[in-house]
């Protein structure tokens, strides 16, 4: 569809550099991918994992932009100037991380309701950096009306964007999303907001678009791996897969096996990352429930690879 940019949500342990080149090799349809946020635990350390999937070499012929998560102006900066040195010029904020051990410190879903802390690290952050900020939130941690309070804050600066997750924390991925107060947030902002939640098919994303005809940024996490097809179905505007959709989706699952095998130690966390994918990619499947049982049951990787025959149908 015209006028459709659809960026990729990072899922960290799922979207690292490695998913981010197959799926640019075989699939297309997403214009912007977002890499799994960067931490800082205490250090002004960048972790060499978090490195490796931001390193140019890594991420040729892709559009990136680097998250990060964190309630601290220093951490921010250093982070700002880290990305900036290996060439990028946006940095985006993770406000929507639901989980307890982010929450109960501050950080991710549990600060959308500080909007004075958020207001001192964006006035630090513009005023020491030139980097460009755009943000990905949750509406709340507790009630969707928390993020009221914020959205004022978020207008003293100038913000590329805010992708809103049009969920609370503390659902965490449970429950619908709350198209009303999405709604709301739309109503209460001049900032540029792009949506994100639960698209999974090109009729729901149809759906979404009929629903909120001001939006045209449209960031799809989970519905990607589920089914890589979808966002150059969203963008051709079909509900039908190519002929060779087997053939294509086994070249994408090859490369990431190939990939994984070569990087991670031993036959079982392989196994586990390779069962971590299909967890998803069984949604998009018919006989999907079967395949994950099969896989699951796979304890070594020649039963593994028969499975994969199956599924493939070699
Ligand atoms: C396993 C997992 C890891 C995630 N990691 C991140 C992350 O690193 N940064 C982030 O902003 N969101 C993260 N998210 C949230 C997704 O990017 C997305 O906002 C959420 O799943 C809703 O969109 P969807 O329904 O299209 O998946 C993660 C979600 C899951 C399920």
Known sequence: ??????????????????????????????????SPYIRLNGKMVVKP??????????????????????????????????????????????LGCPYP????????????????????ILNRVHNESDIIVSMKMRMGHENSEE?????????????????????????????????DAFQECLNRTNQKIYYNGDITTVKRYREMVERFPTIDHW????????????????KEDTEEYPEDRMEIFRKLHDTLFAEFEQHLSGEKHLLMKMLSYWEYFSQSLEDGRKVLKKV???????????????????
């Open 1 to 34: 569809m015209k006028n459709t940019v659809l960026l990729s949500s990072p899922l960290q342990g799922f979207t690292d550099f490695r998913f981010r080149n197959a799926f640019h090799q075989y699939f297309g349809g997403i214009d912007t991918f977002y």
């Open 49 to 94: 994992a978090y490195e490796r999937d931001l390193l140019p070499k890594n991420n040729v012929g892709l559009e990136v932009i680097p998250q990060i998560m964190t309630n601290d102006a220093d951490e921010f900066l250093f982070v700002a100037k880290y990305v900036q040195d290996l060439g990028y010029n946006e940095l985006n904020w993770n």
């Open 101 to 120: 051990m982010v929450t109960n410190r501050g950080m991710g879903a549990g600060l959308i309701q500080d909007a004075e802390r958020i207001d001192d």
């Open 147 to 179: 993020i009221w309070k914020t959205l004022p804050v978020l207008e003293k600066y100038p913000i590329k964007n805010i992708a809103i997750h049009a969920r609370i924390g503390k659902q965490l991925y449970k429950g619908g999303v709350d198209l």
């Open 219 to 234: 960031m799809i996490g989970r519905g990607i791996i589920a089914d890589p097809f979808l966002a150059q179905m969203i």
């Open 296 to 314: 699951k049951k796979a304890k070594s990787v020649s039963a593994y690879d028969r499975v994969m025959d199956d599924v493939f149908d070699y």
